[in-house]
């Protein structure tokens, strides 16, 4: 399977100063991709509609559940060698980005049915990333291009022990410039489940088709799923980040988030105090997950809470971790929302989500290193050492 993944060599990338490429805009239509298709396990009727293949659990006319993943899809460049800053890397792997098409990729892996929806440029990297989703088996009918503003980059210093730090060029970048009427609200309604972050609350017009979007899926009975993503060079101040982020709080159904971000949206209080936890839980929350890197992840709902001990394994790369959890959890979800109401299941679901994690880590990048659910089930079936 192709992911277009090479290396690229650059001369003077530190001398470049983040936020110095700038783009003109004109506002535009973006043209829409005209390619359509089937996820894994699936075939079309005559209609068009979506059938499971007999031996999937599924009867002939059952539609498997649809998971939306809204926001942005980017480069990132990674360099070949860890531990090195980006003046000192020799080289840079490109490899396909962004948390919400991480997710729809993972959910796709995983044998589940997914779609995306955001804006790219109309150049090579934009197409590319469409390509991306189609040879991945995500939905990609609701993917936009703006002939005015590039695709967003983003270049990703790994330290020695596989942890990122961010510099982006998006100044701005196509996935800003998602516009309300370029929404696909047919597509958002058939959803089981709207997952989205907080990037594309930072900037408008794409703020305003992220509220409209979250809007159309609530309104039609669609379970919302919020990964806020913190990703503070992109915010104007950590203050506008913390406001934005809690601005959309309320209205999710499930929300996962990591010990950092705990931390900062309670303004420094301890992250591993369930009472500081709990202050997050909103009255219509159904469940909260809290991620611990190699440690696992914690879970709270109104009825219960818990951990669940992660898988160890040697990390090359964390990019992508915390999407690959996202989407394990939400391909279970998917299929049953009742897991949500009963314990057992949903620490198995869980265990399965930290594994669909860590196996990520183990390579580079994030869409080339996501799971299959084969892999995932026979990592579970390995005995501890």
Known sequence: MALHCGSFCFTSVASNPLGSVKFSHPIVKASLFPSPFCPPNVRLNAKGKAKAIPGDGRSETEELPLVVCFGEMLIDFVPTVSGLSLADAPAFKKAPGGAPANVAVGIARLGGSSAFIGKVGEDE???????????NNVNNQGMRFDPGARTALAFVTLRSDGEREFM?????????????????????????????????????????????????????????????????????????????ILSIWDTADIIKISEEEISFLTNGENPYDDAVVRKLFHPNLKLLLVTEGSEGCRYYTKEFSGKVKGMKV???????????????????????????????????????????????????GAIPALPTKETVLNALLEPVL
């Open 125 to 135: 990297f934009g197409y590319m990333l469409a390509d991306i989703l189609k040879e």
């Open 168 to 244: 982006f060029y998006r100044n701005p970048s196509a996935d800003m410039l998602l516009q309300e009427d370029e929404l696909d609200l047919d597509l958002i309604r058939k959803a089981k489940i709207f997952h989205y972050g907080s990037i594309s609350l930072i900037t408008k017009p794409c703020k305003s088709a992220h509220i409209a979007a979250a809007k159309a899926a609530k309104d039609a009975g669609v379970f919302l799923s919020y990964d806020p993503n913190l990703r503070l060079p992109l915010w104007p101040s950590a203050d506008s980040a913390r406001e934005g």
């Open 314 to 364: 040697d990390a090359v790369d964390t990019t992508g971790a915390g999407d690959a959890f996202v989407a394990g959890i939400l391909s279970q979800l998917a299929t049953d929302l009742s897991l949500l109401q009963k314990e057992e299941q949903l620490r198995d679901s869980l265990k399965f989500a930290n594994a669909c994690g860590a196996l990520t880590v183990t390579e580079r």
